[in-house]
Every structure is written in structure tokens, then in C-alpha cells.
């Protein structure tokens, strides 16, 4: 079945739509051997389709999966200083697979990988606007904190969509907040935090869109059901 070059990039996990239609202009994606221009289609059963003289990955069963990544991990499938990466922790599903957006090294959580390229691309898309869920230990004066937070924020100048925010517990000089955002900025909610006057001693992260961490113990795994998979993307 032919389907557009830039829906097959995206598909087999190579790069998004809009940049497999620069991928196109630029002449680095073939056909049979011949420059693809942009608007042509292709068969990724019959057809031999490259990008940069590398032939396009085959698309098997999609397969997505659920890590409780722990602290000290980077979000990454390998690591050129040798730090410990997220990517080894479920080296074992049987399958090539990504992250779907970034947990900070200091932070844990629910982090989610794919070898789905275009749900990994609706996923990040920010029009889709999934919820994502932190469990927050901070330090600080909670009282001045949580107004700012819930409030009008913003981040390198761009206004933020407002978060929710709620007190889940009292400690000693700070305490324990959920806060739930919609972008997915880098480090976003420790530099909400910092904004506000708050210091970040743990950040978990609990649930994104309608799947939540539940009981995973750090350093494990899960597969998704299929009804998780269709309420995530759909």
C-alpha cells in the first residue's frame, strides 16, 4: 500500500512529518535510488526507501511500554560519558525502542517508550496537550509558592498554560505539591519552582494523560495494555 514519503519517515520513527518534508527537499530521502521529491508515495513492502544512503527501518508490531525511571538515569538510549541511561533499563522488551519526551536525570517517574514513530509524534505534538501529573517535594514558603505556581507564569518569555496545583502534604520548612502542566518545556516545573522561591528536593512524576505510575517499583517495567495505548493516542 502507497502512503506519502513523509507519513512512512514518521511512521518508521525517523523524524517528524515537517521535517521529513525538509528531509525530501534537501535530496537526502531515495526511492528506488532516485531523489524523492516532495508529494511522491512510496510502498515500504515493494519499494526501497533511504534516508542519507540508510534504508528505512521496517515497521513491526508497535510496541509501547511503561518505565519507573529512577533517579541518576539519563533520558537517553546511550550515553557518551558514560552515565547510566533509561534506554538499558528496558533493553530486554524484545523490541527497538525510544523515550517519548525526557525525565531530567535528578528526576523519576513514569517515562514512556515506543518504537511507534507516529504516535511518539502526535504524543509530542503540542496541540495534543497530554496532562502530566508531579508528585513535588519541596522547601520553601508554600503559602507565598502556591499562587505563583497556579497562576500567570512564564518561561523564556512564553506565557504558560496555568497548572493545577494542590498541597498533598505538610513538612517541616516545605512540603509535598502535585502539580499538573500541559507543555512538556525542559525542566519545566523545577524552574516553576525556582520562580517561585521554592527549592526541588525529589521530583516524580505520576501519571501522563490518563496513565498513571501506579505501583511500578523504580527500575521496572510494564507493557501497556491495549486500552491504555488507545486512551493515550486517541
Not at 518561561?155 to 505539591?177: F, K, M, N, S, T
Not at 524552574?191 to 512524576?205: K, Q, S, T
Not at 501497556?224 to 486512551?231: G, V
Request: aromatic share 4%; charged share 25%; with cysteine.
Amino acid at each position: 500500500m502507497t502512503e506519502r514519503l513523509q507519513k512512512l519517515l514518521s511512521a518508521a520513527g525517523v523524524c517528524s512529518r515537517r521535517a521529513a518534508e525538509e528531509y525530501i527537499t534537501a535530496g537526502r530521502v531515495k526511492v528506488n535510488g532516485a531523489i524523492a521529491q516532495l508529494g511522491d508515495k512510496a510502498d515500504p513492502v515493494s519499494d526501497r526507501i533511504t534516508v542519507d544512503g540508510k534504508p528505512l527501518p521496517q515497521q513491526g508490531a508497535r510496541v509501547w511500554l511503561m518505565l519507573h525511571k529512577p533517579r541518576g538515569y539519563v533520558t537517553t538510549l546511550d550515553d557518551e560519558r558514560g552515565r547510566k541511561t533509561a534506554g538499558a533499563l528496558v533493553a530486554g522488551c524484545g523490541s527497538r525502542v525510544w523515550p517519548v519526551g525526557r525525565l531530567d536525570m535528578d528526576s523519576e517517574g513514569l517515562l514512556l517508550f515506543t518504537n511507534d514513530g507516529e504516535g511518539t509524534n502526535r504524543l509530542l505534538h503540542p496541540s495534543h496537550e497530554v496532562e502530566k501529573e508531579y508528585q513535588v517535594t519541596v522547601r520553601g514558603d508554600l503559602n507565598a509558592a502556591i499562587p505563583l505556581l497556579a497562576g500567570h507564569m512564564e518561561l523564556d518569555g512564553v506565557p504558560l498554560a496555568p497548572a493545577a496545583i494542590c498541597l498533598l502534604r505538610q513538612l517541616p520548612g516545605g512540603g509535598v505539591l502535585s502539580v499538573t502542566i500541559h507543555e512538556g518545556k525542559n525542566r519545566q516545573v523545577r524552574r516553576m519552582c525556582a520562580l517561585a522561591g521554592l527549592e526541588v528536593i525529589r521530583l516524580l512524576r505520576v501519571r501522563e494523560g490518563s496513565l498513571r505510575l501506579g505501583k511500578l517499583r523504580p527500575g521496572t517495567w510494564r507493557f501497556l495494555t491495549p486500552e491504555e495505548r488507545r486512551k493515550l493516542l486517541f
